[in-house]
Each structure stands twice: as structure tokens, then as C-alpha cells.
């Protein structure tokens, strides 16, 4: 079965980091770039950046520049998204999603979702 | 950066209505980068259109996407009880990526 398995909801406070997973089963890894994107509650959807799992290449937004790492294990078919210095704001529900294969840009399997709460 | 902006914000029909949600760019798109979802209370978004035009596997034929350069629209021909959801759109062809705001089809 095709799909992306995340890790669970985590609580931190302010200041923080938090690391979440995206495990991939049922295509290759390797060959499809994972995007995360993220939403508050109530809110729209926000692209946060891309990685290439194969050569490690990433691209952020630059809203996330310096905050936000991308990261992989191609043994676990696993990608990382973590963010440090965590705020309030950056409370939402984040979501790995590959992009369509030669087109990075279209999310065409998505995790279910992890929820970050912010809060002291 | 380019910015979508969606209208309405909030679309109320009943079943078996056509709806029409509009998608703006802030500057030229290609048509080939631009993409509609669907999103579920409590669910992930589901990709419903790609190439402004090209429905996603699964994906029935009530649902239709249109447009090019600034302009795009979602077309659901009939609405289902299913349809009752939130919409984006997206674009991918100038980093960084970027959603709509949404568009939410409700239940008149």
C-alpha cells in the first residue's frame, strides 16, 4: 500500500525544537521528492519547503530559512522536518507530501498529519 | 512571490448545484503548474486537479479545472454530499510554492 505514516502529535514549549518523521512504504523512496506543508487551526495550507530524498537537496521557503531542516534515512525511507525556536505560531498540523514524480511541485500522496502544539 | 487569492470565500449550494470557484494569481501562472485540492474535516488534502485541466487518478468527471495565465477555475458540474469540502489552489511553477486561502463549498 502506497502512503506516508507520520509520527505523533508532539507538545513543546516556547523555544524548543521539534523533529517530525514521514515514513514511506509501497514506491521508492528515492525517487519522489517530499514537500512538507503546514496549517493552523482553521487555517489554509502553508508549503514549508521540499527535499530530494536520493541526493539530500532541499529547498526551503524563505519564511522557514534558518529555522527549518530537512532531513532524510534512506534505510527507514524515513524524512525529517524539524523546527527549532519554537513560538506560539508555529502551532499547527504539519503534513509531509510527496511530489508527483518530475513534478516536485504536485502533492499527490500525503501523510495523515502531525500536530505541533506550542505552549508553556 | 506569487500570491492566489480564491473567491468566494465561502460558497453555500445544495446538492445537485453546480459550483464555480474562482483562483486569481498575482502575476502569470503556467497552466501546467497550477493545481487544485480537496480537503475533509480532519483529513489531509487530496489532490483533485493537476495542469489547471487534468483530473487525478480516482478523480470523477463532475470535477473540471480551467484557465490559463491569471485566472483558473474549479467547475463540480453537480454536487454530491461528498463535495461538501474545502478547496485550494496551489502554484509550483515559482518558488516558493504557494496555496489560496481556500474556498469553502457548504450546505445551503
Known amino acids: 500500500q502506497v502512503q506516508l505514516v507520520q509520527s505523533g502529535a508532539e507538545v513543546r514549549k516556547p523555544g524548543a525544537s521539534v523533529k517530525v518523521s514521514c515514513k514511506a512504504s509501497g514506491y521508492t523512496f528515492t525517487s519522489y521528492d517530499i514537500n512538507w506543508v503546514r496549517q493552523a487551526t482553521g487555517q489554509g495550507l502553508e508549503w514549508m519547503g521540499w527535499?530530494?530524498?536520493?541526493?539530500?537537496?532541499?529547498g526551503y521557503a524563505q519564511k522557514f530559512q534558518g529555522r527549518v531542516t530537512m532531513t532524510r534515512n534512506t534505510s527507514l525511507s524515513t524524512a525529517y522536518m524539524e523546527v527549532t525556536s519554537l513560538r506560539s505560531e508555529d502551532t499547527a498540523v504539519y503534513y509531509c507530501a510527496r511530489g508527483s514524480y518530475g513534478a516536485s511541485g504536485r502533492l499527490d500522496l500525503w501523510g495523515q498529519g502531525t500536530l505541533v502544539t506550542v505552549s508553556s | 512571490e506569487i500570491v492566489l487569492t480564491q473567491s468566494p470565500g465561502t460558497l453555500s449550494l445544495s446538492p445537485g448545484e453546480r459550483a464555480t470557484l474562482s483562483c486569481r494569481a498575482s502575476r502569470s501562472v503556467s497552466s501546467s503548474f497550477l493545481v487544485w485540492y480537496q480537503q475533509k474535516p480532519g483529513q489531509a488534502p487530496r489532490l483533485l486537479i493537476y495542469g489547471a485541466s487534468s483530473r487525478a487518478t480516482g478523480i470523477p468527471d463532475r470535477f473540471s479545472g480551467s484557465g490559463s495565465g491569471t485566472d483558473f477555475t474549479l467547475t463540480i458540474s453537480r454536487l454530491e454530499p461528498e463535495d461538501f469540502a474545502v478547496y485550494y489552489c496551489q502554484q509550483y511553477g515559482i518558488s516558493p510554492w504557494a496555496f489560496g486561502q481556500g474556498t469553502k463549498v457548504e450546505i445551503k
Open positions: 527535499m530530494n530524498p536520493n541526493s539530500g537537496n532541499t
